[in-house]
């Protein structure tokens, strides 16, 4: 039930080096950054719909997955097309120890089967909030994907930890992004649970 996913709900930090399946990263990006449908506005025009709010409905978050050990999938750095509920790759590679790096060197990134970087496009805000109203709606956006990738996992039974202590150049470097018309927010690892 949800309650008991709400209780269970923590951050967790020892994952094993089994690898996931991409029909569970699949139904992770989609639950959790994928469109849920689309709404209609006299004054904006189609709005998407997710699972988690937007404020305005500008959805300024994009999502790139950094795979380590997906069953099927190249390690590398991809990016989720929402449109199209699919990746586009970016790099192929080991990424794993850049990342970590870039993290500050906490483990539990190293320790990942994938991590999911977020990122802000400021436009998508900035032309409907012009001050630090939209600065906010972009972290509270960001806050809401995180809990709602946080329950999903649960649900999966998969551990989740977010961080936003990294080096902002470092991971945009890796995303290929600019850092200023858009910039990473956070990176969020998960995996399965190491047993006791």
Sequence with gaps: SLADILMKRR???EFSDSALTIQTLSTILF?????????????????????????????????????????????GVYHYSVKNHALAEIKQGDFRQNLYEAANRQAWIEDATVCFVMSA????VSWKYRNERGLR?????????????YLVTTALGLGCCISSAFTDSAV???LGIDGITEASISISAVGKLRSH
């Design 172 to 174: 945009e470097g890796l």
């Design 137 to 149: 709606t972009i972290l509270l956006d960001a806050g809401h994907l995180s809990q709602t990738l």
């Design 121 to 124: 496009i400021f436009k998508r």
């Design 11 to 13: 951050s967790s930090r």
């Design 31 to 75: 639950y959790v950054w994928g469109e849920q449908g689309k709404l209609k506005s006299d004054n904006f025009g189609e709005l998407l719909k997710k699972t988690s709010p937007s404020g305005g409905a500008r959805h300024p978050i994009e999502v790139y997955p950094v795979i380590f050990n997906i069953k099927g999938l190249k390690a």
